[in-house]
Protein backbone atom coordinates (compact mmCIF):
# COMPACT_ATOMS: atom_id res chain seq x y z
CA UNK A 1 0.00 0.00 0.00
CA UNK A 2 1.07 3.45 -0.42
CA UNK A 3 2.87 5.22 2.50
CA UNK A 4 0.57 8.29 1.77
CA UNK A 5 -2.66 6.40 1.98
CA UNK A 6 -1.63 4.41 5.22
CA UNK A 7 -0.78 7.71 6.73
CA UNK A 8 -4.49 8.96 5.92
CA UNK A 9 -5.72 6.21 7.25
CA UNK A 10 -3.99 6.34 10.29
CA UNK A 11 -4.57 9.40 10.65
CA UNK A 12 -8.38 9.16 10.11
CA UNK A 13 -8.49 6.15 12.44
CA UNK A 14 -7.07 8.16 15.04
CA UNK A 15 -9.08 11.43 14.25
CA UNK A 16 -12.37 8.85 14.89
CA UNK A 17 -10.76 7.29 18.16
CA UNK A 18 -10.18 11.13 19.70
CA UNK A 19 -13.86 12.25 18.33
CA UNK A 20 -15.58 9.32 20.26
CA UNK A 21 -13.56 10.37 23.36
CA UNK A 22 -14.42 13.75 23.27
CA UNK A 23 -18.30 13.07 22.37
CA UNK A 24 -18.09 11.06 25.60
CA UNK A 25 -16.83 13.59 27.79
CA UNK A 26 -19.16 16.64 25.92
CA UNK A 27 -22.60 14.69 25.78
CA UNK A 28 -23.11 13.93 29.03
CA UNK A 29 -22.44 17.76 29.99
CA UNK A 30 -24.33 18.82 27.77
CA UNK A 31 -27.36 16.45 28.34
CA UNK A 32 -26.95 17.50 32.74
CA UNK A 33 -26.84 21.23 31.69
CA UNK A 34 -30.17 21.62 29.80
CA UNK A 35 -31.84 19.41 32.22
CA UNK A 36 -30.53 21.83 35.11
CA UNK A 37 -31.51 24.78 32.69
CA UNK A 38 -35.17 23.03 32.17
CA UNK A 39 -35.69 22.59 35.58
CA UNK A 40 -34.66 25.52 37.15
CA UNK A 41 -31.89 24.69 38.97
CA UNK A 42 -29.34 26.21 36.70
CA UNK A 43 -31.40 29.61 37.40
CA UNK A 44 -30.88 29.38 41.09
CA UNK A 45 -27.34 28.53 40.89
CA UNK A 46 -27.17 31.56 38.66
CA UNK A 47 -28.86 33.97 40.93
CA UNK A 48 -25.97 32.80 43.81
CA UNK A 49 -22.85 33.50 41.55
CA UNK A 50 -23.96 36.39 39.81
CA UNK A 51 -22.83 39.49 42.18
CA UNK A 52 -19.07 37.32 40.76
CA UNK A 53 -20.04 36.59 37.06
CA UNK A 54 -21.76 39.98 37.09
CA UNK A 55 -18.47 41.11 36.96
CA UNK A 56 -17.16 39.35 34.21
CA UNK A 57 -19.61 40.38 32.12
CA UNK A 58 -21.07 36.59 32.54
CA UNK A 59 -24.95 35.95 33.53
CA UNK A 60 -24.57 34.05 36.31
CA UNK A 61 -25.27 29.91 35.06
CA UNK A 62 -21.74 30.88 33.77
CA UNK A 63 -20.86 29.59 36.71
CA UNK A 64 -21.47 26.21 35.96
CA UNK A 65 -19.39 26.38 32.49
CA UNK A 66 -16.99 27.87 34.82
CA UNK A 67 -16.58 25.38 37.05
CA UNK A 68 -16.72 22.55 34.88
CA UNK A 69 -13.60 23.79 33.30
CA UNK A 70 -11.85 24.19 36.81
CA UNK A 71 -12.33 21.63 37.80
CA UNK A 72 -12.36 19.32 34.83
CA UNK A 73 -11.21 20.01 31.65
CA UNK A 74 -12.17 22.55 28.58
CA UNK A 75 -14.53 19.70 26.95
CA UNK A 76 -17.25 19.94 29.77
CA UNK A 77 -17.04 23.55 29.63
CA UNK A 78 -17.70 23.63 26.03
CA UNK A 79 -20.59 21.18 26.21
CA UNK A 80 -21.92 23.73 29.08
CA UNK A 81 -21.66 26.06 26.58
CA UNK A 82 -23.44 24.60 23.80
CA UNK A 83 -26.70 24.73 26.12
CA UNK A 84 -26.79 28.17 26.84
CA UNK A 85 -27.73 31.05 24.76
CA UNK A 86 -24.25 33.21 25.43
CA UNK A 87 -23.44 35.94 23.15
CA UNK A 88 -19.80 36.03 21.72
CA UNK A 89 -18.52 38.64 23.84
CA UNK A 90 -19.67 36.24 27.16
CA UNK A 91 -18.01 33.15 25.18
CA UNK A 92 -14.74 35.30 24.73
CA UNK A 93 -15.01 36.31 28.30
CA UNK A 94 -15.00 32.34 29.16
CA UNK A 95 -12.37 31.10 27.15
CA UNK A 96 -9.73 33.38 27.94
CA UNK A 97 -10.76 32.84 31.70
CA UNK A 98 -10.38 28.80 31.46
CA UNK A 99 -7.35 29.14 28.93
CA UNK A 100 -5.86 30.63 32.28
CA UNK A 101 -7.35 28.25 34.70
CA UNK A 102 -8.63 25.28 33.57
CA UNK A 103 -7.93 21.48 34.65
CA UNK A 104 -6.87 22.62 38.00
CA UNK A 105 -7.11 19.21 40.13
CA UNK A 106 -5.20 17.21 37.62
CA UNK A 107 -2.93 19.87 37.00
CA UNK A 108 -2.41 20.77 40.35
CA UNK A 109 -1.10 17.16 41.56
CA UNK A 110 0.69 16.30 38.73
CA UNK A 111 2.23 20.30 39.78
CA UNK A 112 2.93 18.81 43.41
CA UNK A 113 5.00 16.29 41.92
CA UNK A 114 7.36 18.95 41.05
CA UNK A 115 7.54 20.44 44.09
CA UNK A 116 5.19 23.27 44.01
CA UNK A 117 2.30 23.94 46.74
CA UNK A 118 -1.15 23.35 44.84
CA UNK A 119 -3.19 25.63 46.87
CA UNK A 120 -0.50 28.11 45.88
CA UNK A 121 -0.89 27.38 42.19
CA UNK A 122 -4.74 26.94 41.88
CA UNK A 123 -5.58 29.84 44.08
CA UNK A 124 -3.26 32.13 41.42
CA UNK A 125 -4.60 31.04 38.97
CA UNK A 126 -8.67 31.57 39.84
CA UNK A 127 -7.65 34.89 41.20
CA UNK A 128 -5.68 36.12 38.10
CA UNK A 129 -8.51 34.02 35.32
CA UNK A 130 -11.05 36.00 37.50
CA UNK A 131 -9.35 39.25 37.31
CA UNK A 132 -8.53 39.24 33.91
CA UNK A 133 -11.90 38.00 32.66
CA UNK A 134 -13.41 41.19 34.78
CA UNK A 135 -10.82 43.27 32.92
CA UNK A 136 -11.74 41.69 29.33
CA UNK A 137 -14.97 42.33 29.92
CA UNK A 138 -14.25 46.42 30.91
CA UNK A 139 -12.39 46.85 27.54
CA UNK A 140 -14.88 45.21 25.58
CA UNK A 141 -17.10 47.56 26.95
CA UNK A 142 -15.06 50.52 26.66
CA UNK A 143 -13.95 49.70 22.88
CA UNK A 144 -17.95 49.05 21.82
Do not use: C
Not at 35 to 58: D, H, R, W, Y
Not at 74 to 95: E, F, N, R, V, W
Amino acid sequence: MNIFVKHILDGLKKGINISGKIVIYTFPFYILIDMLKQSGVLMKIGNFFEPITALMGLPGEATIVLLSGFLINLYPALASMAAMDLTAKQITIIGIVLGIAHNLIIEGIVLSKSGVRIYITVFFRLILAIITGIGVNIIWNFLS
